[in-house]
């Protein structure tokens, strides 16, 4: 991920993957700076500002502006009380109310960080871009492997 898709004073939200225990999860940030090859931000959990150092070599999330997306993580609902399961397997776990064409079209314009593997991500379980999917990511969810194009 480059530094360069930030810009101080603007809020991000970032879906992310823990590289402890390999949930997918979402982050809300605002930017203080760019120093040094790290961007330094306050993290808003409820209303609160924590100023944090984000390491750019790290990750690669998928990186929106603002904090508004049509769709939750499986892991947020589970912290938000209104689930009792989230998936710990690497990928970006997407669960919302739009069709999943209208998830790929929103990832496609709204996605600022190029970087970020498309193909990892799911949406109710379903491969978004499963022409970009490895074999690994459509036996997980059961995609036919005649449906994924490109593979």
């Not at 970032?14 to 809300?28: D, E, K, M, T, V």
């Not at 609902?77 to 776990?93: C, H, I, P, Q, T």
């Amino acid at each position: 991920m480059k530094a360069s898709i930030f810009k101080p004073g603007e809020t991000y939200t970032l879906i992310r993957i823990s590289i402890h225990l390999a949930y997918s999860y979402s982050q809300c940030i605002e930017i203080q700076k760019i120093a040094n090859g790290m961007v330094v931000y306050k993290e808003i959990v409820n209303g609160v500002k924590r100023a944090q150092p984000i390491t750019l070599a790290i990750d690669n999330p998928l990186v929106f502006s603002g904090t508004q997306i049509p769709f939750r993580t499986d892991y947020d609902l589970v912290y938000a009380g209104k689930s009792n399961v989230f998936e710990g397997n690497g990928l970006f776990n997407l669960l919302g109310e739009l069709p999943i064409e209208e998830v790929r079209r929103f990832i496609e314009e709204y996605n600022l960080n190029t970087e970020a593997e498309l193909g990892d991500v799911i949406y109710k379980d379903v491969p978004v871009f499963p022409e970009l999917a490895d074999e690994a990511v459509l036996a997980l969810t059961g995609f036919p492997q005649a449906n994924a194009p490109g593979i």
